[in-house]
């Protein structure tokens, strides 16, 4: 970022006290990149839910609607970005789809990235961990007026009622995607065969931009990172918030963006396992306290990533 750029997100995602998800997870990644972040915690709970207890309060949409217009009465409502994660309430979600429409009239550049949480598959089966009366609104509403957005497989096939077995499938949804709306598509995880064998996670990433002469040129790739033998929490609000920074930074370029969220994203899952089991202590599996992300010291890596994983262009 130039040193007098000023780039403003607003981010309406959850809060926890302790630990590493949604706005905490996004939060300081951004700062460390040199954006500045507005935040709206749509949730303040303890913890995240994934521990054996957990308290806190929820944020209606009412409640939103209301801190949006003290923003807009001060007039400092205007966004580069908005970024929004995991929502359970879909007049919540209708209030951002409003807010994002409106940040839009008063700057037509505003890039909304969307991780559209609705849920994911164990063991081959697709779960959905939001109440399913959020997938109309997701799919006509919200992507529509989204311009990044970072579905699992699951969620892609949700968006689209396409079933993905092989990598040709998925790059006809990441199009059907594109013809919904948003000229970025990253599918975060599936389960497709990767190249390199059963120990990597496939990610594929798609950019559709129109020329001046309303030809599309579409660039397709494809990433394969070492599998981790630890379920995470916060890692999809992380990856998304990183993909926003990169894709500001390499707007035409989506193979680099990839390829430095990525290798952040790895670079942080990895330190994060080593301490956990250190603190475990040798043959217990870490707890949800021990396998909270290391952001902060990840610092460098974040800031400036080695590129650990490359992206093939497909």
Not at 15 to 27: E, I, P
Not at 33 to 52: K, P
Request: hydrophobic share 40%; aromatic share 6%.
């Amino acid at each position: 970022m130039e040193e007098n750029e000023e780039c403003r997100v607003l981010s309406i995602q959850s809060h926890v006290v302790r630990g590493y998800v949604g706005n905490k997870a996004a939060t300081f990644p951004l700062q460390v990149l040199g954006f500045e972040i507005d935040t709206v915690n749509s949730v303040q709970f303890s913890n995240h839910t994934g521990y054996d207890h957990w308290k806190g309060q929820v944020l209606n949409s009412d409640e939103l609607h209301e801190l949006y217009e003290g923003l807009k009465l001060n007039n400092v409502n205007h966004y580069d970005y908005v970024l929004t994660g995991y929502t359970r309430d879909k007049s919540f979600l209708a209030m951002v789809v409003d807010i994002v429409q409106e940040l839009k009239q008063q700057n037509s550049n505003l890039v909304y990235v969307c991780d559209p949480v609705m849920g994911d598959k164990w063991s081959g089966e697709g779960y959905m961990y939001v109440p399913k009366d959020l997938l109309p609104v997701y799919k006509n509403m919200v992507v529509p007026v989204a311009d990044i957005i970072t579905p699992n497989q699951f969620e892609a096939e949700l968006l689209t009622d396409r079933k993905i077995h092989t990598e040709k499938e998925a790059i006809e949804v990441m199009d059907m995607l594109h013809n919904m709306g948003p000229e970025t598509v990253v599918i975060t995880s599936s389960d497709l065969q990767a190249p390199s064998g059963d120990d990597y996670l496939i990610a594929l990433g798609s950019h559709r931009k129109t020329a001046a002469d309303g030809t599309t040129v579409t660039q397709r790739i494809r990433m394969e990172s070492p599998k981790v033998d630890a379920v995470f929490v916060g890692t999809g609000d992380l990856f998304a918030a990183m993909l926003l920074a990169w894709t500001h930074k390499h707007p035409d370029n989506l193979k680099v963006a990839c390829e430095k969220t990525v290798s952040a994203m790895q670079h942080v899952l990895q330190r994060t396992i080593t301490c956990a089991k250190a603190q475990a202590g040798e043959g217990n599996k870490p707890n949800s306290a021990q396998l909270e992300l290391r952001m902060v010291q990840s610092k460098k890596d974040i800031e400036n990533p080695e590129i650990i994983i490359k992206a093939t262009v497909l």
